[in-house]
């Protein structure tokens, strides 16, 4: 662990379930290590200047690029999910969002309309599978 880096208490639970999704798509597409890449190392691709949004990790499949997002905020703010909704349309063919709450399935749902490469995943369904598979 390098100096400037530290475990933030409040992202314990989030961090788990990208760990767990991340096995869950390795699963389901016979992925590499090597095709997965983490939040933090697209955050290193990107340099030094403003922070931009990333997703929590991004895998290569058949020659496509897939944005996988957890978002367990059910208090963020239509625009500022939009705008990554739209940051991933952009730079990805494909986002799969992992949600836990009718508030932010229910906006995710309604941005499909206009941002066709969205796909919706209850964490529960994550879950269940790695309590199956792993137990």
Not at 90 to 100: E, P, R, V
Request: glycine share 2%.
């Amino acid at each position: 662990m390098s100096a400037a880096e530290t475990i933030r208490l409040e992202r314990i639970t989030h961090d788990i379930y990208v760990l767990d999704s991340v096995i869950y798509f390795r699963d389901k597409y016979n992925l590499v290590f090597n095709n997965i890449e983490s939040e933090k190392e697209l955050h290193i691709k990107d340099g030094f200047g403003a922070r931009k949004h990333r997703a929590d990790f991004v895998f290569f499949y058949d020659d496509k690029k897939h944005a996988v997002e957890i978002e367990l905020n059910a208090y963020k703010t239509k625009e500022r999910l939009e705008k990554n909704v739209r940051d991933n349309y952009i730079g990805y063919d494909k986002q799969i969002w992992i949600i836990d709450n009718k508030k932010t399935f229910t906006m995710l749902k309604n941005f499909t309309n206009e941002y066709s490469n969205i796909e919706l995943i209850s964490l529960e369904v994550i879950l269940q599978y790695i309590k199956e598979r792993y137990k």
